[in-house]
């Protein structure tokens, strides 16, 4: 139901564009988020987004550096990657959180992955 893309191969500095485009049901109304998972690492939360648009969370390391927005009428989140480095390489995720208009709760939808590796 969520398909993420965009992911590549990059050097550092450079920027990336990831979409994450919804099928078979609207996620207008759901919390949205970004997550990545580096080989040996936890999956963490990169950016989150709030059924509006209105209101947007990072994690330390992307602030000032990803942007996530969202399209709801198209059914799709993004996440720009700018200035990027060889410690963003990651698998990255989509996620929807569970229950419409929620900021809390599980994330119960999940995309299955685009791979993004910054070469120094």
């Known amino acids: 139901q969520l398909q993420a893309s965009g992911g590549g191969l990059v050097q550092a500095g450079e920027s990336l564009r990831l979409s994450c485009a919804a099928s078979?049901?609207?996620?207008?109304?759901?919390?949205m988020g970004w997550f990545r998972q580096a080989p040996g690492k936890e999956r963490e939360l990169v950016a989150a987004?709030?059924?509006?648009?209105?209101?947007?969370g990072y994690a330390d390391s992307a602030k000032g550096r990803f942007t996530i927005s969202r399209d709801n009428a198209k059914n799709t989140v993004y996440l720009q990657m700018n200035s990027l480095k060889p410690d963003d390489t990651a698998v990255y995720y989509c996620?929807?959180?569970?229950?419409?208009?929620?900021?809390?709760?599980?994330?119960?939808?999940w995309g299955q992955g685009t791979l993004v590796t910054v070469s120094s």
């Open positions: 987004i709030s059924w509006s648009g209105l209101n947007t």
């Open positions: 078979g049901r609207t996620f207008a109304k759901n919390y």
């Open positions: 996620a929807a959180r569970e229950v419409p208009y929620r900021d809390y709760g599980d994330w119960g939808f």
